[in-house]
């Protein structure tokens, strides 16, 4: 069956680069019109969308945000890694991925479980 | 950026009642439209994609209508297992989601 499972630290200081990891299985990163994104969700409010990465390796990012964040994947571990520059309070949040099966419509049908990170000196 | 507007923000019902929830777009979105329940400490779960069509596994007690900038979800009797928050998103154009409806027991 297919799941995602999120990892990487719970907690991150101010200016750091956060680095998180989406460990995918039941399906290939490599697969046509699969894709992998990921969302964020802070405490008691609502969810949004950081970036995507397709099976081709093209990749989009949230406009607001796009400076400092970097999405890659690693094909033969069946990995997607987020990277987010310069970490601040206001970026804690639980971090989701999610898949997306159809292309440039990204509709979420499978979620990781979330990890939380708090950003705090 | 599209932008997602959901109301209301909270909505207070009984068991068996008829729910609506509204989710308006900033700028013509078509049918590019999903909706999903999501429970505390749990993530998300797809309910209706592509504005109308009911995600495999989702009870038929859910639908889903509109296009272009106004959008809503139906629940046609509402059980104990839907008391959650509802969130749309559009994916015209990346992937935007609303603030969010949630649904209380009244």
């Known amino acids: 069956q297919v799941t995602l499972k999120e990892s990487g630290p719970v907690l991150v200081k101010p200016t750091e680069t956060l680095t998180l990891t989406c460990t995918v299985s039941?399906?290939?990163?490599?697969?046509?019109?699969?894709?992998v994104s990921w969302i964020r969700q802070p405490p008691g409010k609502a969810l949004e969308w950081l970036a995507h990465i397709f099976s081709n390796d093209e990749k989009s990012y949230s406009t607001s945000l796009k400076s400092r964040l970097t999405i890659s994947k690693d094909t033969s571990k069946s990995q997607v890694v987020l990277t987010m520059t310069n970490m601040d309070p206001v970026d804690t949040a639980t971090y989701y991925c999610?898949?997306?099966?159809?292309?440039?419509?990204?509709?979420?049908?499978?979620w990781g479980q979330g990890t939380l990170v708090t950003v705090s000196s | 950026d599209i932008q997602m507007t959901q109301s209301p923000s909270t909505l207070s019902a009984s068991v068996g009642d008829r729910v609506t929830i509204t989710c308006r777009a900033s700028?013509?979105?078509?049918?590019?439209l999903a909706w999903y329940q999501q429970k505390p400490g749990k993530a998300p779960k797809l309910l209706i994609y592509?504005?109308?069509s009911l995600e495999s596994g989702v009870p038929s007690r859910f639908s889903g209508s509109g296009s272009g900038t106004e959008f809503t979800l139906t629940i046609s009797s509402l059980q104990p297992d839907d008391f959650a928050t509802y969130y749309c998103q559009q994916y015209n154009s990346y992937g935007t989601f609303g603030q969010g409806t949630k649904v209380e027991i009244k």
């Open positions: 700028q013509s979105i078509s049918s590019w």
């Open positions: 592509d504005a109308s």
């Open positions: 999610a898949r997306n099966r159809d292309g440039y419509n990204y509709k979420f049908d499978y």
């Open positions: 039941g399906f290939s990163l490599s697969n046509a019109r699969m894709g």
